[in-house]
Structure formats: structure tokens, C-alpha cells
């Protein structure tokens, strides 16, 4: 059974950083890429990240860029997302995800881990 | 970056109905567009895949279709646990952005 457990959310303040985990189980993960989607609760999803399987190909999304960087270790089946620079918009449900395939859909999700941007 | 709309944003409909939900991109996406289902408090669910694809173990009712810049989502006989938020998503090119979501309510 395919497993993703999220962990790292919390509360933060502006200007802040915090590094999100995620634990992979039941797969072969360097097989997979990897992404990040956050939701506000109640509102809708945004991407935030994603990763191939070799860690060699990286895209972010425009509100992410430059300040959030992902990253994976696929010997301990591990995704990261270190988030600097965090703003109050920046506080969301943050899920882990893996993509099924070379289409770039997301076929499995974590249960999310929420981070919180407040002074 | 490449615009999702969806629509109608909520519906209300009564078990046994036909409902459909559309989804429109800013630009040609191919046919790489995905449509999640998600539950309250739950993680989103993945339903169809390029464009027409069901997931493994998604019930028949499901069904999709489309290419380039218009999509449908159909649910040929809505069934009370069908009652959830639907999200498109293209991912034909990075960010993959998503739908606005469509939220199906009991009638």
C-alpha cells in the first residue's frame, strides 16, 4: 500500500522558515516523481513543487519561486520542501504527492501537514 | 502560466441525475488534463487521468473527455457518496495549475 506521511507544519512568523518532511512507503520512490500541493482550508488547490525521480528536474510555482526549495534522498525515501521567506499567504494544508507518471498527475497524496504564517 | 477555469463553481442535484462539469484552459493543453475528487477533511482523490483515463478501482460512472482547451467531467448517475468538491488540473506544462473546483450538493 502506497504511504506518504507528511511532517514539519507548524506555527511560524513572518519573514520565517521551516523545512516539511515526507516519508514514502509501499513503492519503489526513485521510480516516482514527487510534488507539493497546498490548500487553504476550505478553498481550492495550488501546486506548489515538483521532482523527478533523480532529483534532476525541478519546477516551482510563480508564488513559491526563489524563496521554497524541494528536495529528495531517495535512499531514505524521503521528500523535503524547505520553505524560507514564509508569508501569511503562505499558510495552507501542505500535501505531499506522488505523480503516476510521465503525464504529471498525481495519483496518491498524504494527509497533509499544515503550516501556519502568523506573527 | 496556463489558466484553469471550471464551472459551474456549485451545483445541487439529486441522486440519480446526470451531471456534468466543465473545465476550460487559458491555452491548448493537449489532453493533459486530470480531475480529483476530494471529501471534507480528506486528501483529493485522482478520478480520471489524461483526459479520459479512469483510475484504477474509480466506479464506470465516471467519465471524461476533451482535448486541447475545453474538458468535461460526467457523473452518469450521481450516487450519495458522490456528493464532493472536483478539481481539474493540466499538466501539460509546469506550474500545474489547478481548477477553481466545483462543489456537488444534495438537491
Known amino acids: 500500500e502506497v504511504q506518504l506521511v507528511e511532517s514539519g507544519g507548524g506555527v511560524v512568523r513572518p519573514g520565517g522558515s521551516l523545512r516539511l518532511s515526507c516519508a514514502a512507503s509501499g513503492f519503489t520512490f526513485d521510480d516516482y516523481g514527487m510534488s507539493w500541493v497546498r490548500q487553504v482550508p476550505g478553498k481550492g488547490l495550488e501546486w506548489v513543487s515538483a521532482i523527478n525521480g533523480n532529483g534532476r528536474t525541478i519546477g516551482y510555482g510563480d508564488s513559491v519561486k526563489g524563496r521554497f526549495t524541494i528536495s529528495r534522498d531517495n535512499a531514505k525515501n524521503s521528500l523535503f520542501l524547505q520553505m524560507n521567506g514564509l508569508r501569511a499567504e503562505d499558510t495552507a494544508l501542505y500535501y505531499c504527492?506522488?505523480?503516476?507518471?510521465?503525464?504529471?498527475?498525481?495519483?496518491?497524496w498524504g494527509q497533509g501537514t499544515l503550516v501556519t504564517v502568523s506573527s | 502560466d496556463i489558466q484553469m477555469t471550471q464551472s459551474p463553481s456549485s451545483l445541487s442535484a439529486s441522486v440519480g441525475d446526470r451531471v456534468t462539469i466543465t473545465c476550460r484552459a487559458s491555452q491548448s493543453i493537449d489532453r493533459y488534463l486530470n480531475w480529483y475528487q476530494q471529501k471534507p477533511g480528506k486528501a483529493p482523490k485522482l478520478l480520471i487521468y489524461v483526459s479520459s483515463n479512469l483510475q484504477s478501482g474509480v466506479p464506470s460512472r465516471f467519465s471524461g473527455s476533451g482535448s486541447g482547451t475545453d474538458f468535461t467531467l460526467t457523473i452518469s448517475s450521481l450516487q450519495p457518496e458522490d456528493f464532493a468538491t472536483y478539481f481539474c488540473?493540466?499538466?501539460?506544462?509546469?506550474?500545474?495549475?489547478f481548477g477553481g473546483g466545483t462543489k456537488v450538493e444534495i438537491k
Open positions: 488540473q493540466q499538466s501539460y506544462s509546469p506550474p500545474r495549475t
Open positions: 504527492a506522488r505523480d503516476g507518471g510521465y503525464s504529471g498527475y498525481i495519483d496518491a
